[in-house]
């Protein structure tokens, strides 16, 4: 996959990234979600909130990549162009949304290093960030959920925004992020 575009659209790596952390970040909320089916400390529950540590740390792992990405290469234009607003609120949503996705994780992997308890990513284990203290644990994980429940607010926000884009104002903001498509004409 190249980094290189069309002019009206992202690039089929940027395109791919971001629709896999889509996939990602669903998968860590499902299992955030779907641990309380099983009761604490069954093999079930442990093995749904190790998926929830590794997955959460592939979605750093990827928005890393992603930010890279974004900074190599040029955002196609919306065509129409909108008010200067809306460009200026689509830029702080986007960082607000990189933040996420690295604060997010990195305080996951400090609440497992406080706890003192290993951080499995996919067969590896990963170094403790911080010394075990379970005060620190418990103050780090109050912010970490804070902010995946504000994740649901930016990635619903986020999607309401495409979507208004496409319906309502009918420029090509989703189409860019959309493989395939005809160019759309100003």
Excluded at 53 to 75: D, W
Excluded at 92 to 121: E, N, Q
Aim: hydrophobic fraction near 50%; charge should be positive; proline fraction near 5%.
């Amino acid at each position: 996959m190249s980094v290189r575009h069309d002019t009206d659209r992202y690039s089929r790596l940027s395109i791919s990234l971001h629709w896999l952390m889509l996939l990602l970040i669903a998968a860590v909320y499902a299992c955030m979600e779907f641990k309380g089916i099983f009761p604490r400390g069954s093999a079930g529950r442990e093995g749904i909130q190790t998926w929830h540590f590794m997955l959460g740390l592939a979605v750093l792992a990827l928005a890393l990549v992603r930010i890279v990405v974004a900074v190599v290469s040029r955002t196609p234009p919306i065509v129409p162009q909108p008010p200067k607003w809306q460009s200026r609120t689509a830029l702080l949503m986007k960082l607000a949304l990189y933040a996420f996705m690295v604060a997010t994780p990195v305080l996951g992997w400090l609440v497992l290093s406080a706890k003192g308890v290993s951080i499995p990513f996919f067969g590896l284990q990963l170094p403790a960030l911080i010394g075990a203290d379970k005060a620190t644990a418990s103050g780090i994980k109050e912010i970490h959920e804070t902010l995946a429940t504000i994740g649901y607010f930016l990635i619903g926000g986020h999607a309401a925004a495409a979507l208004f884009h496409h319906y309502v104002v009918r420029d090509n903001t989703l189409l860019r992020m959309l493989g395939g498509h005809r160019r759309v004409e100003a």
